[in-house]
């Protein structure tokens, strides 16, 4: 298998702009998490799914986020309108049925950059 | 609500030396703890874990320790090398029927020094 598989891996984008970031989860799993990492906050866990079916979003920031998950092998994080603030390491990351021995797989990240 | 707090933030240790990471949980129902390694510009990776009914597990130079009276648990590098300096998390699972929850430390910055 290929991992988790995230897209675009880089991305510089104005403040204001939209900005969309892709995920195709290990085949398989059923959870899905979108991570973001900054040097100030850590690893913040913004939300995640089970069987495509959003579970806990109560770490998304604010209204300017979204993530949707419209089948088991596709989903999006999206920001708009992005801020500076914004610029961090988005992570996807996968597990099935979670459960102890049944780990969360990352992927490569996407490093966003708004200026 | 739950929550895992993990120190040191930051950690230094003269290469052979040991470091040690500690990990407490809030969630008396959390069942599975793993450890993640996280190298410069690389993602997380898994390098060890630890179930509930388990109270210690080794893995060559790592070995994680649980204690669930006192809800916390921790990570041993032992004969330290170059290569174990690192960002480390740990992360506390609590399984539920209906849905389950992973919550991870704010990580650990680890330097080997030559």
């Known amino acids: 298998d290929a991992g988790v598989i995230q897209s675009p891996r880089h991305e510089v984008t104005e403040m204001g702009q939209e900005v969309t970031l892709r995920c195709k989860p290990i085949?398989?799993?059923?959870?899905l998490f979108w991570y973001r990492q900054t040097m100030m906050r850590g690893l913040e866990l913004l939300i995640y799914f089970n069987n495509n079916v959003p579970i806990d979003d109560s770490g998304m920031p604010e209204d300017r986020f979204s993530a949707k998950m419209p089948n088991a092998s596709f989903s999006t994080l999206k920001i708009q309108p992005s801020e500076p603030r914004d610029s961090a390491v988005y992570f996807c990351?996968?597990?099935?049925?979670?459960?102890?021995?049944?780990?969360?797989?990352f992927g490569e990240g996407s490093w966003l950059t708004v200026v | 609500g739950e929550n895992v707090e993990q120190h040191p933030s930051t950690l230094s240790v003269q290469e052979g030396d040991s470091a040690v990471i500690k990990c407490t949980y809030s969630d008396s129902a959390s069942n599975y703890f793993p450890w993640y390694k996280q190298e410069l510009g690389k993602r997380p990776q898994l390098i060890i874990d630890i179930r509930s009914n388990v109270g210690e597990k080794k893995d060559q130079r790592i070995a994680v320790t649980l204690n669930k009276t006192a809800k916390h648990f921790s990570l041993h590098i032992t004969e330290t090398q170059p290569e174990d300096s690192a960002v480390y998390f740990c992360a506390a699972l609590t399984y539920y029927s209906s849905a389950s929850k992973i919550i991870f430390g704010s990580g650990t910055r680890l330097s080997i020094r030559p």
């Open positions: 085949s398989g799993h059923d959870y």
């Open positions: 990351a996968s597990s099935t049925r979670l459960r102890a021995g049944n780990t969360i797989y």
